[in-house]
């Protein structure tokens, strides 16, 4: 019998390499791309040795022209379909808007939203026909509050993947296919340390911070729930309904006064 394949991009580390670790516990092969082979070559060894599972690496950069058609070309050279797809690559873009280039903005606009956008669009229709799929989107609770100062299109981005997400829930009720929004709070990886941003959130609370491997176990059985958006901690779901009852006024000011914490304007 042929396993089911997980295709998960930003899977070198972090949430990505956390949630390779879940899939193929629970028996899929997986197809894992990022820019970085050597990471995910080492977890593809790991995960051989643990679970029998066999990994396609394949080594891509979303923000080059034609990423999405090249990683699914590469999936159907093996003879494979996607059988659950984990949107998961992703980055901050430090500084505020006017001191950013263009050409970043675009580059994390691609990353973050076309390509997963793209993506979905092209394995959604074989999924349908086959009549079992699954889809996350990871995004974050910052698609739930205000947004900040810095980083400004994070939040944006991220609300864009949540309300995607629901949509294609609602769309895709009963076809066999079920779709989520990982929404993950400050998560234990290098996440910070690329965008230079670990000072100053290694100064938040404990009670804020969750480890990769929790979060992934939380996105994947809501997933399998077919809960369209994942909350994965109760320090989330308490931040996400408070920004959502505050008067939207106050929740802004909350928002300013804290920024300084967690995004870097310069």
Not at 118 to 134: D, I, S, Y
Request: hydrophobic share 45%.
């Amino acid at each position: 019998m042929v396993r089911r394949l997980c295709l998960i991009t930003g899977a070198s580390a972090g949430i990505g390499a956390a949630l390779a670790r879940v899939y193929a516990e629970r028996g899929y092969d997986l197809a894992l791309t990022a820019r970085r082979m050597a990471p995910m070559q080492a977890l593809a060894d790991e995960l051989k040795a643990r679970y029998g599972t066999t990994c396609l690496l394949i080594g891509e950069d979303l923000a080059s022209n034609g990423a999405a058609d090249r990683i699914l070309a590469a999936v159907d050279a093996e003879g494979r379909v996607v059988d659950a797809l984990v949107n998961n690559a992703g980055y901050g873009l430090p500084g505020a808007w006017h001191a950013t280039t263009w050409a970043d903005q675009h580059a994390f606009m691609t990353v973050m939203a076309t390509v997963p956008c793209e993506l979905a669009h092209k394995v959604l229709p074989g999924m349908r026909e086959r009549r079992f799929g699954r889809i996350m989107n990871v995004a974050s609770l910052a698609g739930l509050i205000p947004g900040s100062a810095g980083h400004t299109l994070y939040g944006a981005v991220k609300s864009l993947l949540i309300k995607f997400s629901q949509s294609l829930n609602l769309e895709n009720a009963g076809s066999g296919v079920h779709v989520s929004a990982l929404c993950p709070g400050f998560t234990y990886s290098e996440f910070h340390d690329v965008n230079g941003t670990r000072e100053a959130v290694s100064k938040m609370p404990a009670w804020m911070w969750q480890d990769a491997a929790s979060v992934a176990q939380a996105g994947f059985d809501g997933l399998e729930r077919n809960q369209a958006v994942v909350l994965p901690s109760m320090a989330s779901h308490a931040i996400a309904t408070v920004a959502r009852l505050l008067p939207q006024r106050l929740a802004l000011k909350i928002v300013a006064r804290q920024s300084a914490s967690y995004r870097r304007m310069e």
